[in-house]
């Protein structure tokens, strides 16, 4: 273990420390509420599994399950459910040592890129609390920015981990589909999404990913793989066209380019045309599966119910309308849309032809790059509300993170800048399977540029 | 002068012990909302993980229908929103189902009729909405159970069709043992489509009928609807594809929705499931679980060992009572014996004890050798059924019963002489009463000596010792 890792292990397991942790916690809260329930007693228990993460303190996003702990989406729908089972990562990352010690804040059933479609708390930006934390998995990144966790779960449908990552200062994992397990992961868009791991450090970003995998006999999904441990030599540079980014993530862009050339890869520079067709693809899908997704919630088994229904159709009927946000109504109306009889072949075949397009478009630059280099996000973190950023804008700007979700492949959001007080990130696209090579370059870059320390940030809880 | 055209739409629970997509059981009749877990009761987060068992049984049962198996089937989301179905969309397949294109022989009557098989799906069943005054309750038991839909193309042309296709489907899949088919208990159900038209002129429009829960509903139900069509096109009117209720207390249907409210399912492939591509292994064991089709054993026990369509039709209705049937045989009793034992005297004796042929002491072997026994002349028939009971009570062999009974019969003349003798001494007004010729009273002392003898008395050997002692 690194001397960050320890101290971190002593952080629950010593109560002099834990006092003084909860109270750092305590203060952070306020400032930027990135948790809904944070108790890191309710699962520490006495023996803790010796592994490679033992005695480490994560938080999970809360729209993963962990038993006896609430699992809200972020939604009145769900505000008061109660996990019943523990989802599979968690159960994996519990096995290697690590304790879970709360959920974190999320746009409502992971639907938006700023946690602002969160309806029960608002998640601050740790660096400018006027700002957003990102989303869906905002609550997550703002925790581990602000030092309240070494790492925490995350999911990824659209780029759900690494845009908060990005704009928080860390670092963001998608791992391949299928490679976690996505039991216990509240379905928002089941062929895109997969459970990542925002971390403050490569290290451990890798330590927790390694941990987790694995084939799960409840997800029929997930497989296990062997990585091929080929050494990157090569970066394919997506071109970035006039007027695509914000000067600041333009200039954080090239500095990066700067730096992998200086440390050694040969650069190149690779266009995918099929960019364009990602953001109109990827909603087509991610709302046809979520209009099923989310059609569990009716109020009868669990979750929102109004106070008087006339009868059952009217219970449903109620129950959604008062329990469901704007934002996921108009996704699940969407979805209910691209898929009537008549228009699928119009909207949700077309979509997925031209998810197989961009495959295509993206797999045939690994025959000339080991690894590929695009933005995360075309701003840094923007202010709460639509000052900055409409939520059209906002799913606009998707288009980089969608791509990994729509082919299915690796990728990981890196710190590499700070622009006027607000880190920025880059992202790297690996194969599948191939979420070693995201990490290689990761470390090299992390020697010239680290982690950023939020104003406050420390780890020196005693 | 119409022609008709019926479909049917058969739905057969698997009896695969645990739910399609979850580790539950699958078992009727437990207490309310027991058999339940996150996954079969829509949780989030949970996912569905396929019971090859049930797969294995729908792949069975489509090549027993003769249907092209698929090498790549596919599982669809079906979207529809109802309180009993937990994640308000229901795993099955559309696409890609495990099979299609096949057909069944049927007898209708003195016929065979062959009816085509469109496809058979795999997919899961819904929970149970009971209304009790103003409220809905809801038991979740059942959902996910392992379903399949079997749905055969318009073949059929009356009520009497459908019943007897019913009646040879659930043969079939009790023959195959993956279904009891108990309509009554819903492990079996059935919805039909009619429709008429003028003979040569094709299909009509398609009217659905549900709620069939009997094999006689669905004849009656039919029957009714073709009528009600016919009685529309005689007055020039045009029939509506619609779907209808029947309502089994009033003896007719009753309309349910029309074409424009019907659902849009909004199907689309389940991306929680792979396809399922069974291996060689896999392709072998449905090999290995088919069995004799009913139809054919039917006509083979005709050939065979001689029994008469009725008497075959019997012993085929259940395969194991044909087994049974084909292994008395085998161990030496007559066929036609062995019939009529278990169409009268076995059948009663189940129907009193309540147990099936499966579970009862008496075996293939059992039963030959009774059958012996009376053939030997060591019993008399009405021994035998004594054994029977006996058999039934004390799961003993037939041998053992009447050695420790003493139930064996008694054809030594002498033997028989002396109970006549103290019949007749006990009777000597009788005695005159005969030979005076009033030869009717002959019938009470037969009785008598047959009493005395505790019935084991073999009454031919009785009647000439009785004659010869009475009247000389
Ligand atoms: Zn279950």
Redesign the interface.
Known sequence: MSDFEKKWSEACTQPQTLKAYRKYVEQWEEQIGSFLEFDPLRSLEADIPQGPLTGIPFAVKDNIAVKNYKLTCGSKMLEHLVSPYTATAVKNLQKAGAVMVGKTNLDEFGMGSSTDNSALKQTNNPWDTERVAGGSSGGSAAAVAAGLVPFALGSDTGGSVRQPASFCGVYGLKPTYGVVSRYGLTAYASSLEVIGVVARTTSMCKTVFEAMKGKDPMDHTSMDHTPSGKEVKTVGVLKIEEGALNPEVKASYDSTVERLKKAGYEIIEIELPTLEYVVPAYYTIATAEASANLARYNGIRYGHAPVYAENPTDLMRKSRHEGFGDEVKLRVLLGTYVLRSGFQDQYYVKAQKIRTAIRNDVERWYDKADILMMPVFPTPAFHHGSSDLDTFQQKQADLYTCTANLVGHPALSVPSTMENGLPVGVQFMAPPFEEDRLFQVSSVLEKEFQAPEAPGYHTDWS | MYQSFIGLEIHIHLDAETKAFCGCKAHFGDEENTNVC?VC??????????NEKAIQMSYTVARALNCKLSPNTKFE?K?Y?Y?DM????QISQFAEPVGRDGYIDIEIGDSIKRVRIHDVHFEEDAGK?IHAGDM?L?D?NRAGYPLLEIVTEPDLVIGEDAEAFLKSFRRLVRYLGVCDGNMEEGSMRCDANVSINLKGAGLGEKVEIKNLNSSRFVRKALNYEIERQSGMMDEGKAVVQETRLWNENRDQSEPMRKKEDAN???Y?PE????PFRPSEEFMQDVENSLCEMPLVRKQRLMNSYGLSSDQAEYIHEEKYMADFFEQAVFSGAEAVQVYSWLSSDVKKLLNRTGLSLEDCPLSAERLAKLISMIGDGQISGKIAKKVLDYIFDEDKDPETICNEKKLVQISDPTAIGKIVEDVLAAHAQVVEDIKAGDARQMGFLVGQVMKASGGNAAPPVVQSVLKEKVLG
């Open positions: 996150p009761m829509g949780f989030p987060g949970v996912l569905p993980t396929l989301r979207n929103f309180p937990p994640k308000n969309y909405m809905s809801l979740y849009d399912y909004r689309f991306p929680d499931l792979p």
